[in-house]
């Protein structure tokens, strides 16, 4: 059976078990995954400015005394 059809038919049992529609979990791992790769772009962009100097770095113990700990 090819690997679509085996998609289809988990997704609709899927579907089915959770009284959800069948365009639920696609949407849902859809969102899941550009949140993922928004988040990575994110901390990619923040590397890039720690690496250049862009962007300040601080100690754990700078951290703490810095906020008073």
Not at 7 to 19: F, N, S
Not at 29 to 39: F, K, N, P, Q, V
């Amino acid at each position: 059976m090819p690997t679509s059809i085996r998609l289809i038919l988990r997704l609709e049992h899927l579907a089915e078990v959770a009284g959800r529609s069948k365009s639920f979990y696609p949407s849902e791992l859809m969102m899941s995954a550009l949140e993922d790769l928004e988040d990575l772009q994110s901390a990619e962009r923040e590397l890039d400015a720690v690496r250049t100097g862009s962007s300040k770095v601080y100690t754990l113990d700078e951290a703490e005394k810095r906020l008073g700990r």
